[in-house]
């Protein structure tokens, strides 16, 4: 019958490592699937305002070399970004208003109190006196 040869050399790993079986090692990956570190360090991310201006201005040129399709892609992109400025000035907004409601409670409770302690005072004066 037929009869297999017998390997003179190891198997063909086509580019696999197959350390682990050797070694009993297993190689880990650190941060593989973590978003902790981006793979492009060397470029800040963009600020929302800068990612509106540059969508902006590339729907503008989509829409000027005759691409609508692309222009409205980029209009949508531009869109998003737009949402975002909002929500953040009407949050930088809210939180103004609060700190000023706050600062004005908080003065006029001084006030009160100081009031309620300049009455004391003087009836304590008006009590001294007689």
Known sequence: ??????RRFGRRTNGRNNMSRHNLQIRSRPNLFSNEQTRNKFRPPLSAEKLFEKYSSLAKEAMSSGDKTLSENYLQHADHFMRIIEDKNRNRNLSKVNVNVNVT??????????????????????????
């Open 1 to 6: 019958m037929f009869q297999r040869k017998t």
């Open 105 to 130: 409670d908080k003065l006029d409770e001084n006030r009160k109190n100081l009031s309620e302690n300049s009455n004391v005072n003087q009836s304590e004066e008006i009590k001294n006196k007689d």
